[in-house]
């Protein structure tokens, strides 16, 4: 069973910077691929961003340029640098674990095996 703890959180006024880790257990963190999600109240969960066994990396449109996913498979990390934070950037994120072969142009979260249990962000303007 893999598990994911996700921290750094917290309450951030807007325009500041968060960095979110998430640290996954096991012995073969470098064979996923791993993803960043994140759910507002009363939304559906939405991709973020997510990152290759290879650390090549894709972020959803409404983050670009913001928002930067980095892994060290040596710590079995993968983190989320977020800056420039807005208001509707505050939401529950998560960071999951996809063990299959497919690319990480698959961003709908059926994708992705394995969840943590979310860190909360909150954005105050």
């Known amino acids: 069973q893999v598990q994911l703890v996700e921290s750094g959180g917290g309450l951030v006024q807007a325009g500041g910077s968060l960095r979110l880790s998430c640290v996954v257990s096991?012995?073969?963190?470098?064979?996923?691929?791993m993803g960043w999600f994140r759910q507002a109240p009363g939304k559906e969960r939405e991709f973020v961003a997510a990152?290759?066994?290879?650390?090549?990396?894709r972020n959803a449109d409404s983050v670009k340029g913001r928002f930067s996913i980095s892994r060290d498979n040596a710590k079995n990390t993968v983190y989320l640098q977020i800056n420039s934070l807005k208001p509707e950037d505050t939401a529950v994120y998560y960071c999951?674990?996809?063990?299959?072969?497919?690319?990480?142009?698959?961003?709908?979260?059926?994708?992705?095996?394995?969840w943590g249990q979310g860190t909360q962000v909150t954005v105050s303007p």
């Open positions: 999951a674990v996809s063990s299959s072969d497919r690319p990480i142009s698959y961003t709908g979260s059926s994708f992705y095996d394995y």
């Open positions: 990152i290759s066994r290879g650390s090549g990396t």
């Open positions: 096991g012995r073969t963190f470098r064979t996923y691929n």
